[in-house]
């Protein structure tokens, strides 16, 4: 029996990344294979807010984190596992993957980088440092796995193993659907962490002029200083808004399955959880055409936009509230392709043909 490594954060904090990997472990502790056995180690930033952007913090608790998680990281390679699986969202995080992995080569084991980032595309147009560096990482890696299918062509031009593997579906979702009371609301919502990055401002823009009947629901971590200059800005004070902060999964299904719109409008993504879920939930969703969301809401599943263009979010929000049957056909679609292609079966399929591909070499 094989021995695979699985290296990926766990919350705190909360983040796409962190929720796979306990989608992953969950499944794993009542499936198992006869042909591989499944170690996890803890990659998860401490120290910092995961709503933090500065630079300067970034790289300082980034040093930090880096130094100690290496020492882990090393005592479990000396237990010599025939495969190391790593997680990367990329940026500066790309350094950190060169160590982790040429480590792994000095002690003869193969490696998987797992992208977790849709930007791959964008960075091979711009050809920057971050493109220089994520090209290195490839070539020392044996594996290379990628979220969208634009990242998929990017790639294939420089690596020979590169494969797309999608999010799965939470079976705890699943677990859960039928036991949620719908009671359909005039709700706006939006599910993520409250920055700029995310699309928070234009979501607050796009709908300052609707109608006072529509409800703005924020479910997510915030800053205080973020949630009142929204308010500031954009608020109208007889709409309702509420900023619920984060929730357990159980209420934040219940929100959307109860919503009208559901509303994603990041600047950047790789394979967001919060469609998942909400492409399962039946969820009537707006979101911007970055990563892998135009894979998943393609074909009638869901309504793309721009990032950063309020005027086009505006217009596409109306028409959708405007016209029942069109959110009744796109939520449709997009439940009934979720529930048969995110399944967490079908990813661990595709998972394990790379972990015991590399294992039988």
Same mark, same amino acid.
């Given at each position: 029996?094989?021995?695979?490594?699985?290296?990926?954060?766990?919350?705190?904090?909360?983040?796409?990344?962190?929720?796979?990997?306990?989608?992953?472990?969950?499944?794993?502790?009542?499936?198992?294979?006869?042909?591989?056995?499944?170690?996890?180690?803890?990659?998860?930033?401490?120290?910092?807010?995961?709503?933090?952007?500065?630079?300067?913090?970034?790289?300082?608790?980034?040093?930090?984190?880096?130094?100690?998680?290496?020492?882990?990281?090393?005592?479990?390679?000396?237990?010599?596992?025939?495969?190391?699986?790593? #997680?990367?969202?990329?940026?500066?995080?790309?350094?950190?993957?060169?160590?982790?992995?040429?480590?792994?080569?000095?002690?003869?084991?193969?490696?998987?980088?797992?992208?977790?980032?849709?930007?791959?595309?964008?960075?091979?147009?711009?050809?920057?440092?971050?493109?220089?560096?994520?090209?290195?990482?490839?070539?020392?890696?044996?594996?290379?796995?990628?979220?969208?299918?634009?990242?998929?062509?990017?790639?294939?031009?420089?690596?020979?193993?590169?494969?797309?593997?999608? /999010?799965?579906?939470?079976?705890?979702?699943?677990?859960?659907?039928?036991?949620?009371?719908?009671?359909?609301? /005039?709700?706006?919502?939006?599910?993520?962490?409250?920055?700029?990055?995310?699309?928070?401002?234009?979501?607050?823009?796009?709908?300052?002029?609707?109608?006072?009947?529509?409800?703005?629901?924020?479910?997510?971590?915030?800053?205080?200083?973020?949630?009142?200059?929204?308010?500031?800005?954009?608020?109208?004070?007889?709409?309702?808004?509420?900023?619920?902060?984060?929730?357990?999964?159980?209420?934040?299904?219940?929100?959307?399955?109860?919503?009208?719109?559901?509303?994603?409008?990041?600047? #950047?993504?790789?394979?967001?959880?919060?469609?998942?879920?909400?492409?399962?939930?039946?969820?009537?969703?707006?979101?911007?055409?970055?990563?892998?969301?135009?894979?998943?809401?393609?074909?009638?599943?869901?309504?793309?936009?721009?990032?950063?263009?309020?005027?086009?979010?505006?217009?596409?929000?109306?028409?959708?509230?405007? /016209?029942? #049957?069109?959110?009744?056909?796109?939520?449709?679609?997009?439940?009934?392709?979720?529930?048969?292609?995110?399944?967490?079966?079908?990813?661990?399929?595709?998972?394990?043909?790379?972990?015991?591909?590399?294992?039988?070499?």
């Amino acid at each position: 029996m094989k021995k695979i490594l699985l290296v990926s954060p766990l919350p705190p904090p909360v983040g796409g990344i962190a929720s796979w990997t306990v989608n992953m472990l969950k499944y794993f502790k009542t499936y198992s294979s006869e042909e591989y056995s499944l170690e996890h180690l803890n990659n998860a930033m401490q120290l910092r807010s995961i709503t933090s952007t500065s630079l300067v913090f970034r790289v300082f608790y980034g040093i930090i984190n880096f130094v100690s998680f290496y020492f882990k990281l090393t005592s479990q390679i000396f237990k010599r596992p025939d495969l190391c699986h790593f #997680t990367s969202s990329a940026s500066l995080g790309l350094f950190k993957d060169i160590f982790f992995i040429l480590t792994c080569r000095l002690f003869k084991i193969d490696t998987v980088i797992h992208y977790r980032f849709g930007r791959i595309p964008e960075l091979y147009i711009n050809k920057g440092w971050e493109w220089r560096v994520l090209k290195f990482v490839n070539s020392i890696s044996t594996f290379v796995i990628v979220l969208d299918s634009k990242s998929l062509e990017v790639l294939n031009k420089y690596h020979k193993h590169v494969f797309l593997i999608e /999010n799965p579906v939470s079976p705890q979702l699943i677990e859960l659907k039928n036991k949620i009371i719908k009671n359909p609301e /005039n709700t706006i919502l939006f599910v993520g962490h409250v920055t700029r990055k995310k699309g928070i401002y234009e979501f607050f823009e796009a709908t300052s002029d609707l109608d006072i009947k529509y409800k703005l629901e924020i479910v997510g971590p915030f800053e205080k200083d973020v949630k009142q200059d929204l308010l500031d800005r954009y608020s109208n004070k007889e709409r309702e808004v509420i900023f619920h902060g984060p929730l357990n999964n159980e209420s934040v299904y219940g929100k959307m399955i109860n919503s009208k719109l559901l509303i994603l409008p990041s600047y #950047t993504e790789g394979f967001p959880n919060v469609i998942i879920e909400g492409m399962a939930l039946g969820c009537a969703i707006i979101a911007t055409d970055v990563g892998a969301i135009p894979d998943m809401l393609s074909d009638d599943r869901g309504m793309l936009i721009s990032p950063q263009n309020v005027f086009q979010l505006n217009e596409v929000i109306k028409k959708m509230l405007n /016209n029942d #049957t069109l959110r009744d056909t796109l939520s449709t679609n997009a439940e009934s392709y979720a529930l048969k292609n995110y399944t967490i079966e079908n990813i661990v399929k595709k998972l394990e043909f790379i972990w015991t591909y590399g294992n039988k070499k």
